[in-house]
């Protein structure tokens, strides 16, 4: 069993940044770090969206072309954390995020359908004012 949660969300005006965070509790199987991330987004009124992926390691990271230069995923193995980075926040980037694990099958691999995870948190607000 994996236990996500999120932290870091909140108000912040249009041109600003915010920092998520996802710590994970991993009960059995593989640690942490065998694990493929994920970030999702879903606004009210609209399918869960792909934000960002990183592979086990954090060689491999995947982004939406609609955060691509302006959001950075990273992960801590150490920490069992994986952090998003969000800068130059637009209105149209409001959503609750939410963080997937993928559990481990092979290879160092990141994911970008949310079918393809197995675990979620329960999400963070995020809300960018014009």
């Known amino acids: 069993q994996v236990h996500l949660v999120e932290s870091g969300g909140g108000l912040v005006q249009a041109g600003g940044s915010l920092n998520l965070s996802c710590t994970a509790s991993i009960s059995s199987g593989r640690s942490f770090e065998s694990w493929a991330m994920g970030w999702f987004r879903q606004a009210p009124g609209k399918e869960r969206e792909f934000v960002a992926a990183i592979s086990w390691s954090g060689t491999y990271t995947y982004y939406a072309d609609s955060v691509k230069g302006r959001y950075i995923i990273s992960r801590d193995n150490t920490k069992n954390t994986v952090s998003l980075h969000m800068n130059s926040l637009k209105p149209a980037d409001s959503a609750v995020y939410y963080c997937?694990?993928?559990?481990?099958?092979?290879?160092?691999?990141?994911?970008?359908?949310?079918?393809?995870?197995?675990?979620w948190g329960q999400g963070t607000q995020v809300t960018v004012s014009s």
């Open positions: 997937g694990a993928r559990r481990p099958v092979g290879g160092d691999d990141y994911y970008y359908r949310h079918q393809e995870y197995d675990y």
